[in-house]
């Protein structure tokens, strides 16, 4: 095997133009670990946050938090999967995932079953997250109502439909366009609003906001007694919104955050059961989700269209 493999790097923090094809060395797997040569490598907001210098990465930096492959190696101690089994695994913890070669935790590695190898480089990170927020952060009871920012991207796309699944009474989400309010609809959302008339939309039992800024305080508001606001992004790049834990006090709401790179790092296995539960959901088709195929070398591209806002779905990268 050659010792070099394709990547796309992140040599200096900056705007999308950094981004810059490269020869870097394969990696190899460390104990608990598998290598996987990389088929395609899901395109994702938080790999504009390494970009940018806003996570503090190493550089050169090997950007991508999820794949879909094949198990090209065995790390010791690692049972239940083989080398060759076509596999989607979460590559959150250190990235790497916009090369031919990754390595990830064994127990962020789900088996394909029957999922189309496309679609499922985009499961890892945001299907997951769907089910973890849901189930594990918001505690969802049957009947309850959601209300879901940013609804027609990745990770929304996602919640709407999990909530559904779940059992949830009304599932509402925003967009932040008009253009997005169909393309939302499809996603397991009874309705669809501007993020502006979010005011209107009542009272919720579970809010997630990924989107921050003003939307910070307005999800607030929206909390029934004992309503739980999930933070998970701050898409806005707004500053940050306080929140005073006497006014949580006095009106019985709570407030959460999630992170699944930290969460991946201290309780692989957690994770990993919400990532094999979100490919077999992708498999029978209970759970859609939606890809753009692009060439790994339109990775720029793919960084532009995700800071503008215009994407539906998600954007997957070819690698091989």
Request: proline share 5%.
């Amino acid at each position: 095997m050659t010792n070099s493999m394709k990547a796309v790097t992140i040599p200096e923090f900056g705007a999308a133009e950094v981004l810059r094809l490269a020869s870097v060395p394969v990696p190899e797997p460390g104990p608990g670990e598998v290598s996987i040569d990389v088929a395609h490598a899901g395109a994702n907001f938080a790999e504009i946050l390494y970009r940018q210098g806003v996570v503090d990465v190493p550089l050169p930096f090997v950007p991508g938090i999820e794949v879909s492959g094949r198990i090209r190696a065995l790390g010791e101690g690692v049972t239940g999967l083989a080398v060759g089994e076509p596999v989607a695994a979460l590559t959150i913890v250190a990235g790497g995932g916009y090369a031919e070669v990754v390595t990830t935790a064994a127990g962020l590695v789900a088996p394909l079953g029957g999922t189309d190898p496309v679609v499922a480089a985009a499961v890892p990170s945001n299907s997951t997250t769907a089910f973890l927020v849901l189930e594990l952060v918001a505690g969802l009871k049957r009947g309850e109502r959601v209300l879901v920012h940013a609804a027609a991207g990745g990770v929304g796309s996602q919640l709407g439909q999990v909530a559904r699944l779940l059992g949830a009474g009304r599932v509402v989400g925003t967009v932040g366009s008009a253009a997005k309010i169909a393309a939302a609809r499809a996603y397991g959302y009874d309705e669809v609003v501007l993020r502006d008339e979010v005011g209107g939309t009542g009272e919720f039992d579970v809010v997630v906001d990924m989107v921050g800024g003003p939307m910070r305080r307005a999800s607030l508001d929206r909390l029934a007694p004992l309503g739980r606001l999930v933070v998970m992004g701050n898409a806005s790049g707004a500053e940050d919104a306080g929140i005073s834990a006497n006014e949580l006090w006095f009106t019985n709401r709570t407030v959460a955050g999630f992170n699944l790179a930290a969460l991946s790092a201290v309780a692989p296995e957690t994770v990993g059961r919400a990532l094999r539960r979100a490919v077999a959901a992708v498999a029978d088709g209970t759970l859609r989700v939606d890809v753009e195929p692009l060439p790994l070398a339109d990775a720029v591209v793919a960084h532009r269209r995700l800071e503008s806002g215009s994407t539906t779905g998600k954007l997957v990268l070819r690698v091989r």
